[in-house]
């Protein structure tokens, strides 16, 4: 997440604790920031941190961000 913040990227991961009381996807992650046109952003809603970073991180490459493995 340093490199993202580094190249103006704001992210933000959320755990719901009522979600994950009910069985539901209580994790979500947001980007957004300076390399993303105006009103842009990527987000999922998921199981787990991996589970979102499954989802996000090939987005977030084809929008040229570079992210280490």
Request: charged share 20%; aromatic share 8%.
């Amino acid at each position: 997440m340093e490199s993202l913040a580094e190249q103006g990227v704001t992210v933000i991961f959320k755990a719901d604790a009522e979600r994950m009381r009910e069985g539901m996807q209580p994790w979500t992650f947001v980007a957004s920031g300076a390399p993303f046109r105006e009103g842009l952003l990527v987000r999922t809603d998921a199981v787990s941190v991996a589970a979102c970073l499954d989802v996000c991180l090939p987005q977030l490459r084809a929008f040229g961000l570079v992210i280490p493995e």
